[in-house]
């Protein structure tokens, strides 16, 4: 079984169910509630974010929690995902879209060709026409802090999605980027219901 997250840690709960033994049983005692999953997103979808973040901390004011940060909108948009399963979601369309979205980022992402000025001349001349990434799409990796139990439920859910759409290949991980990526979006464009919903959903630590 492939790892569905850097974690691993359905493969990991696989390999110790069953076990005994004192170094087990410490083990499962000082997991941590917490752990650190590294997203990768576009530098400028990271700055636009943190823009987002404080434009809405100049017109809330006093009512918003001088703690949020940009990585709260990424906690909160994965656990969005995680209720909308529970609430009966089908897991075959999901599957579908998730992969449609992180086809799309890669071709924003792609490198673009650049051309050359030749030193002789002031035409523009196209020589090996060598691939760059754009400057306003070079990655980032933010690190967020999420619930262990949650990273877990998202890897069985990963799981389960690809047995019916076997095409899926994705982690935690890139999911949540897809989410980030897909609000930002949203939030460029002005809709505005999609920020209400998430500053409904906000959960501060």
């Known amino acids: ?40 997103i576009p530098t400028y979808d990271f700055l636009r974010g943190r823009q987002f973040v404080n434009d809405l901390k100049a017109i809330l004011g006093e009512d918003m929690d001088p703690n949020f940060r ?25 599957a579908k879209l998730i992969m449609a979205g992180k086809k799309h980022f890669a071709s924003l992402d792609a490198p673009v060709e650049v051309d050359f000025v030749s030193k002789n001349s002031f035409v523009m001349v196209r ?41 899926l290949d994705i982690t935690v991980e890139e999911l949540i980027s897809i989410r980030y990526r897909d609000f930002m979006h949203e939030v460029k464009n002005g809709n505005n219901k999609v920020i209400r919903a998430l500053m409904s959903n906000i959960q501060y630590d």
């Open 1 to 40: 079984m492939r790892a569905y997250s850097h974690l691993n840690l359905l493969n990991r709960r696989i390999e110790n169910t069953g076990k005994s033994g004192f170094g087990t049983i410490i083990g499962s005692l000082f997991e941590s509630k917490y752990v650190t999953l590294d997203i990768k």
């Open 70 to 94: 940009v990585e709260h909108i990424f906690v909160t948009l994965y656990q969005d995902f995680l209720r909308q399963v529970r609430g009966g979601a089908d897991l075959l369309d999901l």
């Open 127 to 167: 020589e090996d026409r060598p691939k760059r990434i754009k400057k306003e799409n070079r990655p980032v990796y933010l690190p967020i802090q999420v619930l262990r139990n949650e990273v877990e439920r998202g890897e069985y859910l990963l799981y389960d999605m690809e047995n019916l759409y076997p095409k």
